[in-house]
């Protein structure tokens, strides 16, 4: 499978230069301070990044996709981006606002996103923009990701079928 050396650096050891990880703010709202802007903006950020470059990937929000469901794809290959905390902490207190279509945004100051890249009965390994490769007690991971509200995303080739998994429950 190619691996787009952004988001998948973690092969390179290159992640904290990851340019999807890195364009997953928007300045320009809340008094210019850098809000997360969740998985569409990853996802529009990742498909702009693999045209770019030629990949025949796509980027799939596989939101709400239960962690055993990740560990799947991650079994299979596919590399899956998820909506964490930095350095895997508590999520802190939330703040949010409307949107002028009625949605209300809400977001922590510890957000983050990162690559899942392997798994053991005990342990996860993330790539982590801000800190590199990170190993996480599994059962603490999948704490943070349910509090995230179980947002990722992974990639696949056109050609691939996509898997649907059950939601957390």
């Known amino acids: 499978m190619d691996k787009c050396r952004g988001c998948f650096g973690a092969a390179n050891n290159d992640c904290k230069n990851c340019s ?11 008094k210019n301070q850098k809000i997360p802007t969740g998985i569409p903006a990853l996802i529009t950020a990742a498909e702009q990044y693999l045209r770019d470059n030629s990949s025949t990937m796509q980027a ?22 998820v909506l964490v905390t930095i350095s895997m902490a ?15 945004v809400e977001w922590s100051q510890n957000d983050h996103g990162a690559v899942l890249t392997g798994y053991t009965e005990a342990t996860v390994t993330i790539a982590d923009p801000l800190e590199g490769m990170k190993e996480y007690p599994k059962e603490h991971f999948e704490h943070v990701y349910l509090s995230r509200g179980s947002k990722a995303l992974s990639f696949g080739h056109e050609d691939v079928s996509w898997h649907t998994f059950p939601p957390n429950e």
């Open 20 to 30: 999807i990880m890195k364009n997953n703010y928007d300045s320009t709202q809340k």
């Open 60 to 81: 799939r929000d596989i939101t709400g996709t239960s962690p055993e469901g990740l560990y799947e794809l991650v079994a299979q290959g596919q590399p899956v981006v």
């Open 90 to 104: 508590d999520r802190w207190e939330t703040q949010g606002w409307y949107t002028e279509a009625g949605t209300y």
